[in-house]
């Protein structure tokens, strides 16, 4: 059997977010926010993220990036910049496949924001991953929420605060575990 599938040559992934996840949040002085870097330049990697990804691929699973990504609409920055920053996360971490929702809420209703399940249902269908044998990591409830409802296994990152707790528990967002960061993660995924 090639590593990575089960019987039925279905593929086992970890769906990482990005922001928070894999790279750092940018304070953004002008807009007076902490978001997701709004250039290429800004993209800088968390500690151990390179080594947590290899991590995850040495135990078998595929590595699939899963983020609302709403800059665009937002006018932070263009689909080129995006595109960018794509390349250059993709370049440094091997990652093997990344799907965007690039809708806003305000704008536009759709199935793949998370916390919705739609970009994972849809990996899944593209890319004939098995969603139970899988993996959601992220550092949000919607992260989580979307996790749970595709099916996967769920790793929080980050310390679970009182408040985040019942906002988890509001959402049927519980996490199957916590973890410090994604090298802490990787530890976990089996």
Not at 81 to 108: N, R, S
């Amino acid at each position: 059997m090639p590593e990575g599938k089960n019987r039925e040559g279905k593929l086992k992934a970890v769906f990482l977010d990005r922001d928070g996840v894999l790279n750092k949040l940018v304070y953004h002085k002008e807009a007076g926010i902490i978001d997701s870097p709004f250039t290429a330049r800004q993209f800088r990697l968390l500690p151990k993220t390179k080594e947590a990804v290899e991590i995850i691929r040495k135990k078998g699973f595929r590595t699939i990036v899963i983020s609302n990504q709403p800059g665009i609409l937002k006018g932070n920055f263009t689909k080129k910049t995006l595109m960018e920053i794509t390349g250059k996360m993709t370049k440094k971490l091997g990652i093997d496949a990344v799907y965007y929702c690039l809708h806003h809420p305000d704008f536009m209703k759709c199935s793949c924001r998370k916390p919705k399940a739609g970009l994972l249902l849809k990996v899944a269908r593209e890319m004939n991953v098995e969603l139970k044998n899988s993996f959601m990591v992220g550092d949000s409830w919607m992260d989580i929420a979307a996790g749970k409802k595709a099916g996967c296994r769920t790793i929080l990152l980050g310390n679970a605060k009182c408040d985040m707790c019942r906002l988890l528990r509001r959402n049927n967002a519980v996490p199957d575990n916590i973890a410090k960061n994604l090298y802490e993660a990787a530890k976990l995924i089996a």
